[in-house]
Nanobody, 132 residues
């Protein structure tokens, strides 16, 4: 059964870093874009970053650009989100989702990667809390 599993969340102080992992099982990274979302209590879900498993192209929202970095390890079929300079506003549950590039006839991701009406797979989420 295909699924995603996130890990790496935790509680940190402002300015510190965390690295989230999104492990793919049952399907291969090469054919998907992986998207990171976050949702804080009482707020709408926000797409923060995505990466193409095909050509490695990336997208970042303005709120995390220059602080977050997304990458892949194809040998481990895993996507990482390195989060530096964390701020209290980054607090929330972080989810990864998979979007089938072949179905969309796409290779390169752009800002639309975070605006799809549906994604093929979702993880269960990992909590990130930034607090002094």
């Amino acid at each position: 059964q295909s699924h995603l599993v996130e890990s790496g969340g935790g509680t940190v102080q402002p300015g510190e870093s965390l690295r989230l992992s999104c492990k793919l099982s049952g399907f291969y990274l090469d054919y998907y874009a992986i998207v990171w979302f976050r949702q804080a209590p009482g707020k709408l879900r926000e797409g923060v970053s995505c990466i193409s498993g095909d050509d490695g192209s990336t997208y970042y929202s303005d709120s995390v650009k220059d602080r977050f970095s997304i990458s892949t390890d194809k040998a481990k079929n895993t996507v990482y989100l390195q989060m530096n300079g964390l701020e209290p506003e980054d607090t929330g549950t972080y989810y990864c989702a998979a979007d089938d590039l072949i179905e969309r006839s796409m290779v390169t991701v752009d800002a639309t990667c975070v605006t799809r009406t549906a994604y093929d797979y979702w993880g269960q989420g990992t909590q990130v809390t930034v607090s002094s």
